[in-house]
């Protein structure tokens, strides 16, 4: 149970911190937004143990920006601690709000420079 219990509050800390980040951003608005992001993967590897009531820092970069997909990394850091307790990976595809399927011309061009000023190329987790 705990477990899982830890798999559901990372992924609700990834989805928030992404979330945001668009938001914030990329010109995302949920309610009238042509496109959405779906998730169509996440996973997430632990290395070390947060307990509570210690705080998280969390810190987010692009690895990969597709035509219509871009990969997600999250880190997860103990609050003072410089190594990543957990690192997470959640992948987006943007498509149609109405018909749920990618467009032909991919993601909104203000959704792609928003992404691309998080684009980091080298290929190691945080």
Do not use: W
């Not at 999250?74 to 987006?92: L, N, Q, S, T, W």
């Not at 498509?95 to 991919?106: F, H, L, M, S, Y």
């Amino acid at each position: 149970m705990y477990d899982h219990l830890n798999n559901s509050i990372y992924y609700f800390l990834f989805d928030s911190v992404v979330n945001t980040y668009l938001i914030t951003h990329c010109g995302l608005h949920p309610p009238t937004s042509s496109q959405v992001g779906l998730v169509v993967h996440s996973h997430c590897d632990y290395f070390a143990p947060i307990s509570f009531p210690a705080v998280v820092d969390l810190c987010l970069r692009v690895k990969k920006l597709g035509k219509s997909s871009v990969t997600h990394e999250i880190g997860v850091f103990e609050r003072g601690k410089d190594e990543a307790a957990a690192v997470g990976e959640f992948i987006h595809v943007f498509v149609d709000a109405q018909n749920r399927k990618p467009t032909a011309e991919g993601m909104p061009a203000p959704m792609r420079v928003g992404l691309g000023k998080l684009l980091v190329k080298e290929e190691s987790k945080l």
